[in-house]
């Protein structure tokens, strides 16, 4: 997949993510429905909304990539893929429902088995972030790019 093709899916999924943070918050205010999951760790009605926004907007921009959620079991079986999307709707459950502000909304797009897309909004913070590309890392504060340095710091002698 080329750069710009990557850059295009980030772009188109930016709004997609503003919204859905938006709705993790609305819905935390307004009280949250919580479940224990099989594994023994909560879910909430949250994560499922965003969960469902994300997978609905990833899959009608990239059909042709399954798509691995936390919160779903469709695709969790398949072994040995090269190319998929793994989301976690809302990283940081168990602060999202007692109310902090340390939790994010995630999505990786993985092409040969290696990471090309990130994007991690962080909502009630106010942060999003988003990669596409090697020296192509940006954060996105008050509707404008903040291009990332993200070169590796070395330790002065």
Do not use: H, Q
């Not at 080329?2 to 935390?28: H, M, P, V, Y």
């Not at 307004?30 to 609905?56: C, F, R």
């Amino acid at each position: 997949m080329k750069i710009e093709d990557r850059k295009k899916i980030t772009n188109e999924l930016l709004d997609t993510f503003i919204k859905a943070g938006d709705l993790s918050l609305d819905l935390r205010k307004k009280g949250l429905i919580k479940e224990i999951k099989e594994d023994n760790t909560p879910v909430t009605n949250g994560d499922l909304e965003v969960n469902k926004i994300l997978v609905n907007k990833i899959g009608e921009l990239t059909p042709e990539i399954p798509i691995i959620s936390e919160e779903t079991s469709k695709n969790k079986d398949i072994k040995d893929l090269s190319n998929f999307w793994l989301i976690d709707p809302i990283d940081g459950t168990f602060d999202y429902i007692n109310n902090r502000e340390e939790f994010t909304l995630n999505a990786a797009l993985i092409i040969n088995k290696i990471p090309t897309i990130g994007i991690i909004n962080a909502p009630a913070k106010k942060r999003l972030f988003y990669s596409f590309a090697e020296k192509n890392s940006y954060e996105l504060k008050d509707k404008k790019e903040i291009i990332l340095n993200c070169s590796k710091k070395t330790k002065k002698k």
